[in-house]
């Protein structure tokens, strides 16, 4: 078997893959779970022709998978791959580039600066603004708020990446009750401490209320939410950042999914006032729908991206620098994929009304879903400006067995959340590859099986 054999031969079972995912269940079956028993086997002693591996893995692992790739998966806040991402995700695979540096990589750095200024033009951000390639939103949170720490200490007269934060002034961290738990990672990462934060009240749909405010001085940072992961909603980013600006705090934005409201021009509205921030934090692999991993940190101050990313100039002295840009100077990471390329290749492909169709797209999907769900009798929770919905079918117990149903059902799968108090289904459209007929047949499914709970409704 040759390597053009064992790669077409693979092609050919990732496309009977992508094919076949409507005609199965989104959640895999017992049986394919099951089947996973087949992997524990002992370490060979001997090589294995890649093609019988090729075999196993598709065999005992394809059918393993939550169909995430295809239509109906409505679970957490996931995006498919566009295809001219995932296309490109196989090509880069077979260059199998450290994208670290322009010298081992001049076609994963050329791409980098391609898609970081188109990133920034879609978002409507600041063009001057440094961005890392990092592996998701939890990790760009975490990069931007290194910055923000860097910034903030440096105002006071503290070096923290030579002195560390033994001795250092303290600094302030304001979030919103309503908060995202990769922000509170990333703090507790950062040394700042995620129970040490003020956490301001906030209003029905979660946004941070910025009457609530408290007074700032000294090195601050706060944090604020482009797209709370339940609601969808946004804070009131022109108010807080005018308030956090007058006392010298450092904004930033948690954006994973909703900054790329700004891309559709009939949802931009919701990111009034967000351009305004020093810090960003998004996801590629969520609503622009490139292939796992992808996450972007985008920091006005590139200066202070880069000194919070520096490793010691002389102990990177081996390294080749140039007067260019080196990706490896804007993220925590040296040797890593150069997962540029598919950012590239999803906005290559797409164009500007293409981003602005998919996100307007989801958004009526998720509009669509709650229509139909609140036609039915049941209460959805929040106001539905873009692609989140959270509904609730009565008591906790109720809408529990009413996921579990549902996602053995299989026609579409949802995840349960909490909501102020109230359990619910958390419906969140974000695949470029979910159809209307696929919302149809999606809402029907959710509706059939909540009916055996709620006779009566
Ligand atoms: C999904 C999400 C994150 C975390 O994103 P990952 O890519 O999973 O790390 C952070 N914040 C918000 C608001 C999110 O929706």
């Given at each position: 078997m040759t390597l053009r054999d064992l790669l077409e031969s693979t092609a050919r079972r990732a496309v009977h893959y992508l094919e076949t995912?409507?005609?199965?269940?989104v959640a895999p079956t017992a049986q394919a779970l099951h089947n996973l028993?087949?992997?524990?086997?002992?370490?060979?002693e001997h090589p294995t022709d890649p093609t019988e591996v090729l075999a196993l893995l598709d065999e005992v692992g394809s059918p393993a998978t939550?169909?995430?790739?295809?239509?109906?998966f409505f679970g957490f806040v996931i995006g498919g791959a566009v295809p001219a991402s995932l296309a490109a995700n196989w090509l880069a695979a077979a260059w199998?580039?450290?994208?670290?540096l322009i010298a081992t990589s001049p076609i994963g750095a050329a791409l980098e600066s391609v898609a970081m200024a188109w990133l920034l033009d879609v978002l409507h951000l600041p063009p001057e603004s440094g961005v890392g390639f990092v592996t998701c939103a939890t990790a760009a949170n975490f990069t931007a708020l290194a910055a923000a720490r860097h910034s903030v200490l440096q105002q006071v007269g503290w070096d923290v990446e030579s002195?560390?934060?033994?001795?250092a002034p303290p600094i302030t961290v304001i979030v919103g009750d309503?908060?995202?738990v990769s922000i509170l990672k990333a703090l507790t990462l950062l040394g700042?401490?995620?129970?040490r934060v003020i956490r301001v009240p906030v209003d029905d749909q979660g946004r941070m209320r910025a009457d609530a405010l408290p007074a700032m001085s000294g090195p601050t940072i706060v944090c604020i939410q482009?797209?709370?992961?339940?609601?969808g909603a946004f804070d009131p980013a022109t108010e807080i950042i005018a308030k956090a600006h007058a006392s010298g705090a450092w904004v930033h934005v948690?954006?994973?999914?909703?900054?790329?409201?700004?891309?559709?021009p009939d949802r931009a509205y919701l990111t009034?006032?967000?351009?305004?921030?020093?810090s960003w934090g998004t996801d590629g692999?969520?609503?622009?729908?490139?292939?796992?991993d992808c996450g972007l940190v985008i920091c006005r101050d590139a200066a202070a991206l880069k000194a919070a990313m520096a490793a010691s100039a002389a102990s990177s002295a081996y390294l080749v620098q140039t007067e260019n840009r080196e990706?490896?100077?804007?993220?925590?990471?040296?040797?890593?994929?150069?997962r540029g390329v598919e950012v590239w290749a999803a906005l290559r492909s797409l164009g500007r009304s293409g981003v602005a169709d998919l996100v307007e797209r989801t958004c009526r999907h998720a509009a669509r879903f709650a229509e139909g769900l609140t036609a039915a009798?049941?209460?959805?929770?929040?106001?539905?400006?873009?692609?989140q919905v959270m509904v609730t079918f009565g008591d906790a117990e109720t809408t529990h067995a009413i996921i579990a149903d549902l996602q053995a059902e299989g026609t579409c799968w949802a995840s349960g959340s909490v909501w102020h108090g109230h359990s619910v289904m958390r419906i969140s459209?974000?695949?470029?590859?979910?159809t209307e007929s696929d919302v149809e047949r999606s809402l029907e499914a959710i509706l059939r099986v909540a009916a055996r709970y709620t006779d009566g409704v």
């Open positions: 995912l409507d005609d199965r269940g028993s087949r992997l524990h086997e002992s370490f060979p939550v169909a995430s790739a295809g239509g109906r199998d580039q450290n994208g670290g002195q560390g934060l033994f001795g309503e908060v995202h700042l401490g995620r129970d482009a797209g709370n992961v339940n609601s948690d954006g994973a999914f909703g900054l790329w409201a700004a891309a559709a009034a006032g967000y351009a305004d921030a020093d692999h969520k609503w622009l729908n490139t292939p796992y990706p490896y100077q804007y993220t925590p990471d040296f040797s890593r994929r150069a009798g049941y209460l959805v929770l929040n106001e539905v400006v873009i692609n459209v974000s695949s470029w590859a979910t």
